[in-house]
């Protein structure tokens, strides 16, 4: 951050920008903590679909709890657990139902992962509160053949990819206007191949294919525009 803020021409010391970082993050714990404004907020809705999942930085570690109202994007309790086991997701789930259960607000759903423990967990704390699997991992689960022939698909179209890195540094050797054009192309691929977009909301096989294409379409071009100039 420091060094962007330079490059944009503000002067201000390394020291300033951390010291700024932890007032905001200072203040994102308040706003998130604010239980009058979230009780209020809730209230007002009436109702809450509650989403579940812990979050694990670093294998080994602990995994941060996070239960999060997806109607109104709060977060409503976060917590670090050493285990994962049912007895600890089910004391969690208790915290949050004895949150909600003063304001009178209703739990129309409860969305997550679906592993086994959270699935019993969620049973025993909500019985008759409907749970589903969270339309990420549905789709990703359903969409798992397409995503196993899109990347042997992107293997195969990678293999006739290669020895891009050979051109350029032969292209060095000799600098021109027209090299360096063919250098740009070079960049273009190899800049396709490291990009993977994000699986399953997207191919990462289609998008190099339709990037490739592009990218060969826009060289034909160039050809044509040659050959009329000099037929």
Same mark, same amino acid.
């Given at each position: 951050?420091? !060094?962007?803020?330079?490059?944009?021409?503000? %002067?201000?010391?390394?020291?300033? %920008?951390?010291?700024?970082?932890?007032? $905001? #993050? =200072?203040?994102?714990?308040?706003?998130?903590?604010?239980?009058?404004?979230?009780?209020?907020?809730?209230?007002? !809705?009436?109702?809450?679909?509650?989403?579940?999942?812990?979050? !694990? *930085?670093?294998?080994? @570690?602990? /995994?941060?709890?996070?239960?999060?109202?997806?109607?109104?994007? #709060?977060?409503?309790?976060?917590?670090?657990?050493?285990?994962?086991?049912?007895?600890?997701?089910?004391?969690? &789930?208790? =915290?949050? +139902? !004895?949150?909600?259960?003063? &304001?009178?607000?209703?739990?129309?759903?409860?969305?997550?992962?679906?592993?086994?423990?959270?699935?019993?967990? /969620?049973?025993?704390?909500?019985?008759?509160? *409907? @749970?589903?699997?969270?339309?990420? @991992? $549905?789709?990703?689960?359903?969409? +798992?053949?397409? $995503?196993?022939?899109?990347?042997?698909? +992107?293997?195969? &179209?990678? +293999?006739?990819?290669?020895?891009?890195? *050979?051109?350029?540094?032969?292209?060095?050797?000799?600098?021109?206007? =027209?090299?360096?054009?063919?250098?740009? $192309?070079?960049?273009?691929?190899?800049?396709?191949?490291?990009?993977?977009?994000?699986?399953?909301?997207?191919?990462?096989?289609?998008?190099?294919?339709?990037?490739?294409?592009?990218?060969?379409?826009?060289?034909?071009?160039?050809? #044509?525009?040659?050959?009329?100039?000099?037929?």
């Amino acid at each position: 951050m420091h !060094q962007r803020l330079q490059a944009r021409g503000l %002067v201000i010391s390394e020291r300033a %920008v951390t010291h700024l970082l932890h007032r $905001y #993050e =200072e203040l994102v714990s308040l706003h998130l903590t604010d239980r009058e404004r979230i009780a209020a907020r809730l209230q007002e !809705q009436g109702h809450v679909i509650l989403a579940l999942d812990g979050l !694990q *930085p670093d294998v080994g @570690h602990e /995994v941060l709890w996070v239960v999060r109202d997806c109607l109104s994007e #709060e977060i409503l309790f976060a917590r670090p657990l050493l285990s994962s086991t049912q007895g600890d997701i089910t004391a969690l &789930l208790q =915290e949050v +139902k !004895q949150l909600l259960e003063p &304001l009178k607000i209703s739990i129309k759903g409860i969305i997550s992962d679906g592993e086994e423990t959270i699935r019993s967990a /969620v049973a025993f704390v909500f019985p008759n509160v *409907p @749970h589903q699997l969270c339309q990420f @991992h $549905y789709l990703k689960d359903a969409i +798992k053949p397409f $995503y196993e022939a899109d990347r042997h698909a +992107k293997t195969l &179209l990678k +293999k006739q990819l290669r020895g891009v890195r *050979p051109i350029e540094r032969a292209l060095e050797e000799h600098p021109t206007l =027209e090299n360096e054009a063919i250098r740009d $192309y070079c960049l273009a691929v190899r800049a396709s191949l490291t990009d993977d977009g994000r699986s399953p909301l997207e191919a990462s096989g289609l998008r190099l294919h339709a990037r490739i294409k592009q990218i060969r379409d826009s060289i034909e071009r160039v050809q #044509e525009k040659k050959d009329c100039r000099h037929p």
